[in-house]
């Protein structure tokens, strides 16, 4: 409990500190993410031991809140919190100047706290309130730089997708709950039939949002508006893991039929947003695409049956992405631009940071021996071994060739060009990325140690491995040598418009939002006009009670009140208190009565 405490809450109250002081920023963050990677190591240490940490805290009734650090959760709690360790030390130097940096910072951490508590819940609950908390903290990171022009925009763009696509895990987790009758994941996790199909379902639909998949992959590129450590950050073990880090945990439930379909989903992502990243002229966005379309490739795998080449990769991918992310951020300090013609030449005046992006691109397009070779070929291999070999063996080499094309161009754009002169020295940008660089060269190596803590193997084989280097050096070869309109042809126009299936985000989903909203303005508006007609008859009624009471009612008693009155008053005159009146009247009445009484034998 106490390590699970040190890695989730470590982060979170060092953002409070920050927001409450407001001064050393810097040494608040760099303390808070060290806490937490030394809570995430020794889950990660007591997981190797076969310790398995839970905690359950008070929840809904008979739903506690369940936090667990097994193999596979503490291996991604670990993930989590090195590379943010990493980018924050980064962040030092890249948000030095900048006036905000207390809020950078802290929102920031609140968001590595969120992604620690997804990434070990235990529950359905746990993930869900996680998964809303880094949608809402990637939204405040994207827009961080609000003022600047398009900001806003690619903030709110990215949390309308994501959010129409939550929906699927909502009704998911709902029909999970139902069926297992605990919210606790694994036991949701042994659902199968209908209920697992539609689950299934709307578990791809939670991760196609997030992971960035078509057609809802435009967002991404799109959130490049943000500081460079938030990109480097999102784009690799955090938001955009998300999806298939949610496929990956739930691919024991999946039935044959979801299976297929998260591979066609992943298999034709890869492809698709490799021709956009090969078409870009931004190397912020190159990389964003870049991004959807390896979160394809962990798809096509999971899609394929091993789930293990798609952990591998997202690994991989990680330390990969996050490092060449923070190498553009470099350029982009030197140059004050993403453009690929204005960073002509910004590796030569970096030999340094440049050297570190070129192992990493080699890496990501899969040349041995670094941590992208075995991963991709993990893949390969999956695609080799899958009952829809034939079409998912097509999409895995030319999503591997798209790979390799892209890094190239990347790579050639920064080399070749005169540099401007000598670069600013930055230590801190320069260590963050230099210890990203490690990892992704190395990684593949712990390999084997990563498969023995889960019990699990990829696929593998020789033909993977050729097919694999024979993909990743014809990218390389032809991203190198060849100019992308002429590797594109016809496709190049439709790479630069994003591939905007059915009108894009404008067809898929503001269009069909404003309907929704319309739609409901009018249900609302119809509502308040029936309430308001009732409304306006029941007023009148009462407004007829009120004259029927005031006129009938209350008339006939106030004039009865009113008759008494006067008879009382009358008769009270009659009780006068002087004794003559008195004597007066005793004896006109007695003769009154000797009257009727003499009288009366008269009419007998």
């Known amino acids: 409990m106490s390590l699970l405490s040190l890695t989730l809450l470590a982060p979170l109250v060092a953002a409070a500190a920050i927001l409450v002081l407001r001064r050393a920023s810097a040494a608040l963050a760099l303390a808070g993410v060290l806490l937490g990677f030394l809570g995430a190591a020794g889950l990660l240490f007591g997981a ?42 980064y962040a030092v130097g890249y948000m030095r100047k900048d006036p905000e940096k207390p809020r ?64 699927g895990l909502y009704i998911a987790a709902f029909i999970l709950i139902g069926s297992a009758g605990t919210s606790e994941i694994s036991a949701g996790l042994t659902t199968g039939g209908v209920a697992a199909t539609i689950a299934g379902l709307g578990l791809l639909i939670a991760a196609m949002g997030k992971s960035a998949q078509v057609p ?39 039935p044959a039929g979801v299976l297929t379909l998260i591979a066609l989903v992943g298999g034709v992502t890869a492809v698709i947003t490799g021709l956009m990243a090969l078409a870009e002229r931004d190397l912020k966005r190159l990389l964003a695409a870049s991004t959807s379309s390896q979160y394809g490739l962990m798809l096509l795998a999971v ?18 992405k996050s490092s060449l992310f923070l190498g553009a951020g470099v350029f982009q300090h030197d140059r004050d631009s993403t453009n690929l013609s204005d960073l002509a030449g910004a590796g030569r005046a970096r030999p340094g940071i440049f050297a570190g992006f070129a192992l990493s691109a080699l890496a990501l397009a899969g040349i041995p021996p670094l941590a992208g070779f075995f991963s991709k070929d993990a893949i390969i291999a999956a695609s080799l071994a899958a009952p829809g070999a034939l079409w998912l063996v097509p999409l895995a080499l030319i999503g591997t060739v798209l790979t390799g094309a892209y890094m190239a161009r990347a790579l ?23 210890l990203l660089v490690v990892p992704a060269a190395v990684l593949g190596a712990g390999f084997p140690a990563i498969e023995g803590l889960l019990n699990a193997a990829p696929p593998g084989g020789e033909m993977a491995v050729a097919l694999g280097l024979a993909a990743a050096a014809l990218g390389l070869l032809a991203g190198w040598f060849i100019p992308a309109p002429r590797l594109l042809g016809g496709l190049l126009p439709w790479a630069q418009g994003g591939f905007a299936v059915a009108g894009g985000m404008r067809g898929l989903v503001l269009r069909p939002a404003l309907a929704i909203a319309a739609l409901t303005e009018t249900f609302e508006q119809r509502l308040y006009n029936g309430a308001l007609a009732t409304g ?69």
Not at 54 to 74: E, S, Y
Not at 222 to 228: E, F, L, Q, S
């Open 48 to 89: 190797a031991r076969g310790d398995l940490l839970q905690a359950a805290l008070p929840g809904l009734p008979q739903m506690p809140l369940r936090l667990t650090a097994g193999p596979l959760t503490a291996l991604l709690s670990a993930l989590v919190a090195t590379v943010a360790a990493l980018v924050v030390v």
């Open 303 to 320: 899609g394929a049956g091993a789930p293990i080449a798609a952990l591998l990769h997202l690994l991989a991918h990680a330390a990969i």
């Open 412 to 434: 050639r754009h920064l080399w070749r060009g005169k540099p401007p002169g000598r670069a600013e020295r930055a230590p801190w940008m320069a260590a963050g990325m230099g």
């Open 536 to 604: 306006r008859a029941m007023l009148s009624l009462g407004r007829i009670s009120r004259e029927t009471d005031e006129t009938g009612i209350d008339g006939a008693i106030f004039a009865l009140a009113r008759r008494t009155r006067e008879t009382g008053a009358r008769a009270r005159r009659l009780q006068s208190g002087l004794i003559h009146r008195e004597l007066a009247l005793t004896v006109l009445g007695i003769a009154l009565v000797t009257a009727v009484l003499l009288a009366a034998p008269l009419y007998s």
């Open 104 to 167: 950078f910072f802290a929102t920031l951490l609140f968001f590595v706290s969120a992604m620690q508590a997804l990434v070990l819940a235990g529950d359905w609950i746990t993930l869900l309130a996680a998964w809303e908390l880094i949608g809402f903290s990637s939204y405040l990171l994207i827009g961080f730089w609000h003022g600047r022009e398009g900001v806003a925009g690619a903030a709110s763009r990215a949390f309308l997708y994501t959010r129409s696509a939550d929906l």
């Open 216 to 254: 809802l992959q435009d967002w991404l590129q799109r959130a490049m508006a943000g500081p460079t450590p938030v990109s480097a950050l999102l784009h690799s073990a955090t938001l955009v893991a998300a999806g298939a880090i949610l496929l990956i945990r739930s691919a024991p439930m999946m």
